[in-house]
Every structure is written in C-alpha cells, then in structure tokens.
C-alpha cells in the first residue's frame, strides 16, 4: 500500500493541511499512519494547536497540566461554551477563562461545549477572583438554567444539576443540601488559585472532586444516563473562573 511508504516529512505537510475531524478517519488509513498521529507531541499537533488556540493560552500557565499539544487541543474543544452561559458573562480570549460582570442580584453560570453520557472524564477548575456568598462547581444537563435573579447555588439548584459550593463545603442538588463536602469536621476552605479536579464517571454514575492531588470521597451517586456537561455558577462580580478539561482520570 502506497500510503503506508509515505515518508514522515510528507506525512506532516498533508496532515498539518486536513481538518481535525478529518485525522481521526486517517489514523485508521494503515499502521504508519496510526503510529505517525499517535505521537502527540508532533509537528502536526503542534501546528494545529497553534492555529487553534489562543497565544495567550500557550504562553499562560491555563494549560500548565496538559502536556502534549493533541490534548491542548482536546482541552479547547471541551472549554467554555460562548454561546451556553448567562448574558452577564463572557469567554475571555484564551478560551478557557470566564469573567463575570459586576451585575447585582443575580447568579450567572457556563456549561462547557461538550456533555457526556459515557466513559470517565476529568477536568480542573479554579476561581481566579473572589468567591461571593456562592461559589458552585459540578455538572449540569443541557435543561438546566445558567442564569436566575438573586444570590443562588444555581449548579445544584433543580433536579438536572449537582453541585459542591466551594464556599461553605455545601453538597446541593433540586435546590437540597446533602452534606457537608469533604465529609471532615473542619474541612479546610477553599483558597482562591486552588484547583481542584472533578471526575465524572459515567459507568458508574458518580461524581468526585480531588483537591492538591488528594482524592476527597464520591459526592454524588446514582447520576442519570443522560449527557451530563461541566459547569459553574458565580455571583461576585468581576470574578473568574478557569475550566480546563484532562481527558480521563490518571487511575484509569
């Protein structure tokens, strides 16, 4: 087969000038071609990156624990959605960051660009701003609202969303509480900076957040089998909040 002979410099011209949606299909062309787009630190994925996203977001440390160039791209694909979040908020230019306006009397949250409905997710996020009164990270479904009037745990507010408020280390879902989160006497609150990773598993229906590495306990069990997307809800104005997702959690 004459493609399976084609030399790496070639191979890099052609792929760097395809679709992305295109190189999946080429991966399955011959082994060569596999083995060559396997690599995610090549030329190719390099090259797309670069035209993809954002300087400042290759030159920030926004994706310091993504580290090949095919899951930066990865990790843009699943960022913010622009046109899912409430009217008082925008994606800034890197892609990844939130900003909330200065809007009284009103929660305003995002969705990330894709939801999912199967296999195991991970993500990180992290507030680069103040926290206000409710600060809420966790999943919502596509029905589930991303802006109301008052001061609200909108991620956790109905029955399509769950959420932890990093503020008083509060479980909510349909508008409930369900605990405190991590289940510690005196769980130390969280700082501003600080990431934390949320795994979804969608096999066994939880949801889990990790904090400095350490694995804090399942939060939610018994999640739907429905499209399930990344979300967020603030009330401080001029906050920030990043999302930067990681692919499937490191145990696998």
């Known amino acids: 087969m004459a493609a399976a002979r084609l030399p790496h410099r070639v191979l890099e011209v052609l792929f760097s000038f395809l679709d992305i949606s295109d190189l999946r299909s080429c991966s399955l062309v011959c082994k060569n071609w596999y083995r060559f787009l396997n690599d995610e630190n090549n030329d190719v994925w390099r090259l797309h ?3 993809k996203l ?3 977001a290759l030159k920030s440390d926004v ?3 993504v580290p090949t160039y095919k899951a930066k791209l ?3 694909y699943h960022a913010w959605n622009p046109n899912d979040c409430s009217k008082n908020v925008y994606i800034k230019s890197n892609g990844f960051t939130l900003h909330r306006n200065p809007v009284a009397q009103t929660t305003d949250g995002a969705r990330a660009k894709i939801g999912f409905k199967t296999g ?3 993500w990180e996020v992290w507030w680069e701003g103040p926290l206000g009164t409710v600060a809420m990270i966790g999943l919502k479904s596509r029905d589930s609202p991303v802006q109301c009037q008052g001061y609200f745990p909108l991620v956790g507010g109905d029955s399509n969303s769950w959420g932890w408020n990093l503020v008083d280390n509060h479980l909510i879902h349909n508008g409930d509480s369900h605990g405190n989160y991590p289940p510690l006497n005196n769980a130390p609150k969280y700082q501003v900076g600080e990431r934390i990773r949320v795994i979804l598993d969608c096999e066994d229906n939880t949801l889990a957040f990790e904090k400095n590495y350490e694995f804090l306990g399942v939060a939610f069990r018994g999640l739907p089998n429905t499209q399930l997307y990344p979300a967020v809800s603030a009330v401080y104005g ?3 909040v990043s999302m930067v997702y990681l692919g499937p959690p490191l145990d696998g």
């Open 63 to 65: 994706l310091t624990n």
């Open 238 to 240: 001029n906050t920030e």
């Open 54 to 56: 954002a300087e400042e």
């Open 120 to 122: 195991r997710h991970c």
């Open 49 to 51: 990156c670069v035209r």
């Open 74 to 76: 990865r990790a843009f």
